[in-house]
């Protein structure tokens, strides 16, 4: 008999993301823009070490991810919100490097490692991949979206041939307002202590 043993990656609770993501985004380096991209994007953590400018359209705030990078070998579009937008015009664009998360070995992307780094650093145990633990979590627990659209935004195979076929051609724009809300509530602070430090500064501040 085989077994087959699950991997459960540690994620980030649902409550506490805003918290976690404004340590983030405070932080310096590669890393921590590149797993704030992957965050944003629900997106593996190879997916957005490899990202590339090429699979990038600014205007119209697609990130097209050919087949070869990923898991299900299709292609795979992902809609960008404002927040990703933004942190990819703020990236740096170097002469004869397509990489937009590049390490400093030329040519070569970013480690896994490099972003599970950032976590530790921010005194974090869980893993970048947990990330998307997070985003289906917090699609179920406070969204309303249906669940082929929260599985088709994390590139999960659907297994009916029909409705997959279906969705191509209309889960896009819902797939948008879905990552727009989700980088808005990765904006806010949601835990019960940040929300209180909050409350406290401001009354010290009246």
């Known amino acids: ?33 590149c797993l704030m991209f992957a965050v944003l994007t629900a997106a593996r953590s190879g997916e957005a070490r490899g990202a590339t400018w090429a699979e990038i359209d600014l205007e119209g705030g697609t990130w097209t991810i050919p087949a070869s990078r990923m898991k299900a070998n299709r292609e795979h579009v992902v809609p960008l919100s404002t927040q990703a937008v933004k942190l990819l015009r703020s990236l740096p664009r170097i002469d004869g490097e397509d990489l937009m998360f590049p390490s400093a070995r030329k040519g070569r992307p970013l480690s896994d490692m490099t972003l599970t780094k950032v976590m530790r650093r921010l005194g974090r145990t869980e893993t970048v991949h947990g990330f998307r633990s997070t985003f289906r979590d917090w699609a179920a627990e406070r969204t309303s979206y249906p669940r082929e659209v929260c599985e088709h935004a994390l590139a999960h195979k659907l297994p009916d041939k029909v409705e997959a076929a279906y969705q191509r051609s209309t889960l896009l724009p819902k797939r948008k307002h879905m990552m727009q809300a989700w980088a808005d509530f990765c904006d806010s602070i949601t835990t019960q202590r940040a929300t209180i430090f909050v409350l406290d500064r401001t009354a010290a501040q009246a």
Request: hydrophobic letters at 50%; charged letters at 20%; a positive charge.
């Open 1 to 33: 008999t085989k077994i087959v043993t699950e991997v459960n990656h540690a994620a980030v609770p649902v409550a506490e993301v805003g918290a976690v993501m404004g340590r983030i985004r405070a932080a310096d380096g590669m890393g921590a823009k």
